[in-house]
């Protein structure tokens, strides 16, 4: 089967994003979320699955004992925006994950 067939049908994707979370596990992952324009500028977007799914994927965190490790930050922003809505919950993250400081990095 084509590779185009198989994007242009989620439902034969042989993965779920949350899945996709416990590959990163047991390393530090930050999802940024968007909460702005639902159904009225960006039909793709869904802030209750991107949640739904980040609550799936602390499962598997959890599981592996770093519940700390996965992050969620959701704001009304435009589109692919990570200006200054998410500066905190990115510089706790680089800090954490990438810089080694002693940050709480949320929830």
Request: charged residues 15%; proline residues 4%.
């Amino acid at each position: 089967m084509p590779t185009s067939a198989i994007v242009a049908d989620p439902n034969r994707l042989p993965v779920d994003t949350h899945e996709i979370l416990g590959l990163i596990a047991p390393r530090g992952a930050l999802v940024l979320g968007n909460t702005g324009g639902q159904a009225q500028f960006y039909l793709n977007l869904d802030y209750r699955t991107e949640y739904a799914t980040t609550v799936a994927g602390s499962r598997i965190f959890a599981a592996l004992g770093v519940e700390d490790h996965l992050s969620y930050d959701s704001r009304n922003v435009t589109h692919c925006d990570a200006g200054t809505g998410h500066t905190a919950a990115l510089q706790a993250s680089v800090g954490k994950f990438l810089l080694g400081n002693d940050t709480t990095t949320g929830a």
